[in-house]
């Protein structure tokens, strides 16, 4: 028999942590608990006592151990075990904002997948975030549990894939703010585990707490929990029976404070008779605890074990062979047990306390503890291991074809184990080609590189090259770089020429879309000897490898600026930039036109979208024609994710070309329905940021909050670096540079000073500068651009080079008609946002030349070109009112009163300032549109700032002087004078570089009102 203590005893500061992580869980906060300690420590006790408390407490509960078996482990093992044991119950969670993960949801359980076309394999990050949202619904679904928020456990993580560490990793990293707990245990000697949740707890993501032995009292207070326990019930009120003695003492010190053997041991010197209750209840010592006892762990299981028959006894040690958990139908075919005798067997098992069943699903069972198995293992020879290790490696090949899931490398480990090494090689390979399949590329390397171990030199090849293509996908491109080298090039165990040339064009690829320039040329060039080997003419997926060079600006060694021409700021270095556009355009043509014909789809969709973004130089319907035959060959072959992409692009486009969204939202519904979860945010951010041109900021802001978290989780740099951008352009429209400069700042910390959307960031700057009336500054950000574009091929055209710098520049006299006609032969200067700039320019020159007519028709087009763009179109009539009042044409006064109208609406006081000096200097009527009493914050209404004292206090942020105010404002140096003295005293500030900072702090988001 088998006793257990009722209570945890010796762990009362362990419980409290679990106790606040459960009541932080209820406030909404998240946390991660981690219980280390050695085997039988009681670390499997405290999560079910966690989770005993979580279910009274009305969370939901998610349970999952990992489980290696025989083999390595299976991916997301413990994490799908912990999903189905909730939703084979109450069924997985309907919120509809799960829909775009389930593709990703699907790689961890297989059965969730929709019917039609495969998804294709999703990244581990991707996967995780669909793991954290998962949980998030669960959390907040209270038709299944009473109180929101969820406690997530994972036991054994020492024995966990790799994908379910990236997964905790992610989890740590991402619970603060959300309603769920998530509590892992692992082995103090746990290796990749054990240096994770030591990082997330240096990091103070994670609390670490690691369970150490009982002392001799503890151990003594357990004991005697678990014989009151197992004693007939006492009267009430009565004390439990004391412990004797000795059996303390022995207890003490044979168990070494570990509590399963603490439980082993009582339980054998019950079994052995030397431990018994007395006529009164009480525990009697009635032989020689020394000799009648079993002094190990091992002793006692094996003891134990020995008392069933001897087709019990087998199947428990085949069970062992098998690993911790295993399969009741697997464990029939390897004993040939008929039904009856296998239950009676199991049931002999189950009332040895040595297997208990195991999760889920119910044909599945499991050894009390890992010690159990490893006790059984250990009193086998190693003939008998073997043995069967090979029958159960035969058996579970019959009972599951094909070895889908965790049941390949499984059986890798039963032939290693049975001492066929080949055998098990073959079937790690396996395992490493179809978790790189299902987007497990963690476990794929571990899964190859074990099989890599085990294969001679000379046929290692094949594995080798399986490992480096999965090494690219995860990323790990310096192991990739090393490992490639070590290839032989010829003789035995070398790859033909053509499956070479192909690893080397796919390693080129790979390392210049990570901007590895020097390692993709090096790759790329030895691609190119290997392809002229085969003598099939170009190689397409070396030609556009080599385009995405040329643009980058390497000479022959790869290195950026190798070329010379990214030095350059003058005319030479825009030939220089355009010589290498066009030999881009060149190789990237070539490259579509031979994958076509050779039969390579995916490179030649790389081609094509290299293309249209180059050929927008010559005009949208070229650029457009290309990604429609990238569209229609990713249609054609199925590649999903290429034809969404194409998709994005072409709703980019679109909405340059008329303003319309319309196409860009029917790629994000295309990418929500298949789970891409990356180009499902780069659709998003480029909705978001089509809202600020189109003035429809709550819109704008409600996108990019969606994405800034997401691309910052999913550490999707490029997509995050133009939401951030996106946030920031939102905060020029609106005239608030204060929160566009700490939207910069973030940008920048995310690298985005070597970005190629660095002139969305000088863009933004011009436009904040218009709504401040700074009109010098404007065009110096536009220089700035204009500086930059010229050393870099840029695929940005509404920043300000192809209409507002025209613009600006025409009203300062810094161009004439020529230069302007320049500019409007650009295909960019027909877009939209551009075209009313452009058109506005134009006014300006002709209005100058006395063409009133002309000049009036071109404002009439600048108009009905920016109809979609309410802020561009009304800074544009600000512009060209001041032009039109100076030369004499036009209809200054409607231009500059509709522009007035909306600025002071959208509350920007500096331009809408500007609009009524110009009707004062027309002789227009100029009503007063001051801001009221209602529009300045409650607490400085509350110190008695006027309209005028507010907005002199708004110019006070970026610090300008008086006279810089007065110009703005359109009053005198010395009204301004007089205005920031009231302010000084009503403040309270002791001089005027306090009294801005208080300004900057008062008008932030979280300032005053």
């Given at each position: 028999?088998l006793?257990?203590s009722?209570?945890?005893v010796?762990r009362a500061?362990?419980?409290?942590?679990l106790?606040?992580?459960?009541a932080?869980?209820?406030?909404g906060?998240?946390?991660a608990?981690f219980?280390l300690g050695e085997?039988g420590i009681?670390?499997?006790?405290?999560?079910?006592?966690c989770?005993y408390?979580?279910?009274?407490?009305g969370l939901?509960?998610?349970?999952?151990?990992s489980?290696?078996?025989?083999?390595?482990?299976?991916?997301?093992?413990p994490?799908?075990?912990a999903?189905l044991s909730?939703f084979?119950v109450?069924?997985?969670?309907?919120?509809?904002?799960?829909v775009?993960y389930?593709?990703a949801?699907?790689g961890i359980l297989p059965?969730?997948?929709?019917?039609g076309?495969?998804?294709?394999?999703t990244?581990?990050?991707?996967t995780?975030?669909?793991?954290?949202r998962v949980?998030?619904?669960?959390?907040?679904d209270r038709?299944?549990h009473p109180?929101?928020g969820?406690?997530?456990i994972l036991e054994?993580?020492?024995?966990a894939d790799a994908?379910t560490?990236?997964v905790?990793?992610y989890?740590?990293g991402?619970?603060?703010?959300?309603p769920?707990?998530l509590l892992g245990t692992?082995r103090?000697?746990?290796?990749?585990?054990?240096?994770?949740?030591r990082?997330a707890?240096?990091?103070?993501?994670?609390?670490?707490?690691?369970l150490l032995?009982l002392s001799?009292?503890q151990?003594?207070?357990?004991?005697?929990?678990?014989?009151a326990?197992?004693?007939a019930?006492?009267?009430p009120?009565?004390d439990?029976?004391?412990?004797?003695?000795?059996?303390?003492?022995r207890?003490?010190?044979?168990?070494e404070g570990?509590?399963f053997?603490v439980?082993?041991?009582?339980?054998?010197m019950?079994?052995?008779?030397?431990?018994?209750?007395g006529?009164?209840?009480?525990?009697?010592?009635?032989?020689d605890?020394?000799i009648?006892?079993?002094?190990t762990?091992?002793?006692?299981v094996?003891?134990?074990?020995d008392?069933?028959?001897?087709?019990?006894?087998?199947?428990l040690?085949?069970?062992a062979?098998?690993?911790r958990r295993?399969?009741?139908s697997?464990l029939?075919?390897?004993?040939?047990?008929g039904?009856r005798?296998l239950?009676?067997?199991?049931?002999?098992g189950?009332d040895?306390?040595?297997?208990?069943?195991s999760?889920?699903v119910?044909?599945?069972?499991?050894?009390?503890?890992?010690?159990t198995?490893?006790a059984l293992?250990?009193?086998?020879l190693?003939?008998?291991?073997?043995a069967?290790a090979r029958r159960?490696a035969?058996a579970?090949e019959?009972?599951?074809p094909?070895?889908?899931?965790?049941?390949c490398?499984?059986?890798?480990?039963?032939r290693?184990?049975a001492?066929?090494?080949?055998a098990?090689?073959?079937?790690y390979?396996?395992?490493?080609?179809a978790?790189?399949?299902e987007?497990a590329?963690?476990s794929a390397?571990?899964?190859?590189?074990?099989?890599?171990?085990?294969?001679p030199?000379t046929e290692?090849?094949p594995?080798?090259e399986?490992l480096?293509y999965?090494?690219?996908?995860?990323g790990?491109?310096?192991r990739a770089?090393?490992l490639?080298?070590?290839?032989?090039v010829?003789?035995?165990g070398?790859l033909?020429t053509a499956?070479a040339?192909a690893?080397?064009a796919?390693?080129?690829w790979?390392?210049?879309?990570?901007a590895?320039?020097?390692?993709?040329?090096a790759?790329?060039h030895?691609?190119?000897r290997?392809f002229?080997r085969?003598?099939?003419?170009?190689a397409?997926a070396?030609?556009v490898v080599?385009?995405h060079?040329?643009l980058a600006?390497?000479g022959?060694s790869?290195?950026?600026?190798?070329?010379?021409?990214?030095?350059?700021?003058g005319?030479?270095?825009?030939?220089?930039g355009a010589?290498?556009a066009d030999?881009?355009?060149?190789?990237?043509?070539r490259?579509?036109e031979?994958?076509?014909r050779?039969?390579?789809?995916?490179?030649?969709c790389?081609?094509?979208?290299?293309?249209?973004?180059l050929e927008?130089?010559?005009g949208?319907?070229r650029?457009d024609?290309?990604?429609?035959?990238?569209?229609?060959?990713?249609?054609?072959?199925g590649?999903?994710?290429?034809?969404i992409?194409a998709l994005?692009r072409l709703?980019?486009n679109d909405?340059?070309r008329?303003?319309?969204?319309?196409l860009?939202e029917r790629?994000?519904?295309?990418a929500?329905?298949h789970?891409a979860?990356?180009?499902m945010?780069?659709a998003e951010?480029?909705?978001?940021?089509?809202a600020?041109?189109?003035?429809?900021y709550?819109a704008a802001r409600?996108?990019a909050?969606?994405?800034?978290l997401?691309t910052a989780?999913?550490?999707n740099?490029?997509?995050?670096?133009?939401v951030?951008?996106?946030r920031?352009t939102?905060?020029?429209?609106?005239?608030?540079?204060?929160?566009?400069e700490r939207?910069l700042?973030?940008f920048?910390?995310?690298?985005?000073d070597?970005?190629?959307?660095?002139p969305v960031l000088?863009g933004?700057?011009?436009?904040?500068?218009?709504?401040?009336?700074d009109?010098?500054?404007a065009?110096r950000e536009?220089?700035q651009?204009l500086?930059?574009e010229?050393r870099h091929?840029?695929?940005f055209?509404?920043n300000?080079?192809y209409?507002?710098r025209?613009?600006?520049?025409?009203?300062?006299?810094?161009?004439?008609?020529?230069?302007?006609a320049a500019v409007a032969?650009h295909?960019?200067a027909?877009?939209?946002w551009?075209?009313?700039?452009?058109?506005?320019?134009l006014?300006v020159?002709e209005?100058?030349?006395?063409?009133?007519?002309?000049a009036g028709?071109?404002?009439?087009?600048?108009?009905?070109a920016?109809g979609p763009f309410p802020?561009?179109?009304r800074?544009g009539l600000?512009?060209?009112?001041?032009?039109?009042?100076?030369d004499?044409?036009?209809d200054?006064?409607?231009?500059?009163?509709e522009?007035?109208?909306y600025?002071?609406e959208?509350?920007?006081?500096?331009v809408?300032g500007?609009?009524?000096?110009?009707?004062r200097?027309?002789?227009?009527?100029?009503r007063?549109?001051?801001r009221?009493a209602?529009g300045i914050p409650?607490?400085?209404?509350r110190?008695g700032?006027?309209?005028?004292?507010?907005?002199?206090f708004?110019l006070l942020?970026?610090?300008?002087g008086n006279?810089?105010?007065?110009?703005?404002?359109?009053i005198?140096?010395?009204t301004v004078?007089?205005h920031v003295?009231?302010?000084?005293?009503?403040t309270?500030s002791?001089h005027r570089?306090?009294?801005?900072?208080?300004?900057a702090?008062a008008t932030g988001p979280a300032g005053?009102g």
């Open positions: 028999m006793v257990t009722p209570v945890v010796g500061e362990q419980l409290g942590l106790d606040a992580g459960l932080a869980v209820g406030a906060r998240g946390r608990v219980l085997a009681g670390k499997s006790r405290l999560a079910g006592e989770a408390r979580a279910v009274t407490g939901a509960v998610l349970r999952g151990r489980g290696p078996g025989a083999g390595a482990a299976a991916p997301f093992r994490i799908a075990e999903l909730l084979r109450s069924g997985p969670p309907r919120a509809p904002e799960l775009p389930r593709s949801l699907a059965e969730w997948r929709a019917g076309t495969p998804a294709e394999p990244s581990l990050i991707e995780a975030e669909a793991v954290l949980l998030l619904a669960v959390a907040r038709e299944s109180r929101p969820c406690l997530l054994d993580l020492h024995d994908e560490l990236a905790v990793e989890l740590c991402n619970l603060a703010d959300l769920v707990f692992l103090s000697e746990a290796g990749a585990a054990g240096t994770l949740v990082e707890a240096r990091s103070r993501c994670a609390d670490l707490t690691e032995p001799a009292e151990v003594t207070a357990m004991a005697g929990a678990a014989l326990a197992d004693a019930r006492p009267l009120g009565a439990p029976p004391p412990l004797p003695g000795p059996v303390a003492e207890l003490a010190r044979d168990a570990n509590p053997v439980e082993e041991l009582l339980s054998g019950i079994t052995a008779g030397v431990l018994r209750r006529p009164a209840g009480d525990w009697e010592v009635c032989g605890l020394g009648d006892v079993p002094r762990v091992v002793h006692s094996i003891r134990r074990a008392r069933l028959s001897p087709a019990g006894r087998t199947l040690d085949t069970a062979v098998l690993g295993f399969p009741l697997v029939q075919r390897i004993t040939g047990l039904d005798d239950l009676v067997h199991l049931r002999a189950i040895a306390q040595l297997i208990s069943s999760g889920p119910a044909d599945w069972y499991e050894f009390r503890h890992a010690l198995a490893e293992l250990s009193g086998l190693p003939t008998e291991r073997a069967l159960a035969d579970i019959q009972a599951h094909g070895l889908p899931g965790e049941w490398p499984r059986v890798a480990g039963l290693l184990t001492g066929d090494p080949a098990a090689a073959r079937r390979a396996e395992a490493g080609e978790a790189r399949r987007g590329v963690d390397v571990s899964f190859l590189e074990r099989a890599q171990e085990l294969l030199a290692r090849a594995v080798v399986q480096l999965t090494l690219m996908e995860s790990r491109l310096d770089l090393a490639v080298d070590t290839l032989p010829t003789g035995p070398a033909d499956r040339a690893l080397r796919r390693l080129a790979a390392t210049v879309t990570a590895r320039y020097a390692d993709a040329a790759q790329a030895h691609a190119r290997l002229a085969l003598g099939d003419g170009p397409p070396v030609d080599e385009a060079l040329a600006d390497t022959p790869g290195e950026p600026g190798a070329g010379g021409a990214g030095t350059d700021t005319a030479a270095g825009t030939e220089a010589d290498r030999r881009a355009e060149r190789l990237a043509r490259a579509a031979e994958a076509e050779t039969g390579l789809p995916e490179v030649a790389q081609a094509w979208q290299l293309l249209a973004m927008r130089r010559h949208f319907d650029a024609a290309c990604l429609e035959r990238g569209l229609a060959l990713a249609t054609e072959h590649l999903t994710t290429l034809q992409d994005l709703g980019s909405f340059m008329g303003g319309s969204s319309a860009l790629a994000h519904r295309a929500v329905d789970g979860l990356v180009l945010h780069n951010a480029s909705l978001a940021m089509q600020v041109l189109t003035g429809r709550a409600e996108l909050d969606r994405c800034v997401a989780r999913l550490r740099t490029d997509n995050h670096q133009f951030l951008l996106t920031a939102l905060a020029a429209h609106r005239g608030n540079r204060r929160e566009m939207e700042a973030e920048r910390r995310w690298d985005g070597t970005s190629l959307q660095l000088f933004s700057r011009a436009v904040c500068a218009l709504l401040e009336e009109h010098e500054q065009l536009l220089d651009s500086v930059w010229k091929p840029s695929v055209y509404l300000g080079r209409g507002l025209p613009l600006l520049r025409a009203l300062t006299g810094r161009a004439d008609p020529a230069e302007h032969a295909p960019a027909a877009l939209p551009n075209r009313q700039f452009e058109r506005f320019a006014a020159h209005g100058r030349a006395g063409h009133a007519l002309r028709g071109a404002v009439e087009q600048a108009v009905r920016g802020m561009g179109r800074i600000r512009l060209v009112a001041q032009a039109a009042l100076a004499g044409w036009g200054p006064v409607a231009w500059a009163r522009a007035e109208e600025f002071h959208a509350s920007v006081p500096a809408a500007a609009c009524r000096e110009l009707l200097r027309a002789g227009a009527t100029v007063q549109r001051r009221g209602s409650a607490a400085l209404r110190i700032l006027t309209p005028r004292e507010y907005e002199v708004l942020v970026p610090r300008l006279k810089d105010i007065a110009e703005r404002l359109y005198s140096a010395r004078e007089k003295a009231s302010l000084l005293a009503k309270g002791p570089s306090a009294l801005c900072d208080y300004a702090e005053p």
